[in-house]
């Protein structure tokens, strides 16, 4: 009987792992800014798509994206550091209804032309962002803030976001 229960939660823990594996979050929204933290190194806070989550600029590995500006608050940015042109503005849209439902409506994509960074970001817009490893995600832009706080250039930028961990272009619709 023992015997028999052993087994049986054992089988239960099997199972509970590799749900939780398999039911890795593949979009959300997130709000990412420029502020540093620490006392030296420094670090920022910025997003992983493969872990969904924000991470320190000092991981490793280090964050997909981080979000500044270029100093003069004319230029907000996303950028990375894996080393090769990352994004693709797929579109610029009046309004956020229309900008959600092309994001929305967006599975599939072609992209031949990628970018070093997504700059001049503005509410409404949606990118696609290629990882150092060949996975894919799709952004849109809900807000961003560029402003002078006290001596420090604040860049904020808050994004829907979809992330295709199989490695295509090819993202599920709503």
């Not at 910025?46 to 280090?62: C, D, R, V």
């Not at 997504?118 to 832009?141: S, V």
Request: aromatic share 14%; glycine share 8%.
């Amino acid at each position: 009987m023992r015997k028999g229960f052993a087994i049986l939660f054992m089988l239960l823990s099997l199972s509970v792992g590799c749900s939780k594996k398999n039911s890795a979050k593949t979009s959300g929204t997130v709000t990412i800014d420029n502020i540093l933290y620490g006392s030296g190194p420094y670090y920022a806070l910025g997003f992983s798509f493969s872990q969904a989550k924000e991470i320190s600029t000092l991981s490793n590995p280090e964050p997909d994206v981080t979000i500044n500006n270029d100093g003069t608050l004319l230029n907000l940015i996303l950028q990375t550091n894996n080393y090769r042109n990352s994004f693709y503005k797929f579109g610029e849209y009046q309004d956020a209804g229309d900008a959600k439902a092309a994001f929305n409506s967006l599975t599939s994509v072609s992209v031949q032309d990628w970018i070093v960074w997504a700059d001049f970001l503005k509410p409404d817009q949606i990118w696609i962002f290629r990882t150092g490893d060949e996975h894919y995600a799709k952004i849109r832009i809900i807000s961003t803030i560029s402003e002078t706080r006290g001596t420090w250039n604040y860049a904020e930028c808050t994004f829907e976001w979809a992330y295709q961990p199989d490695g295509s272009l090819t993202f599920p619709g709503k």
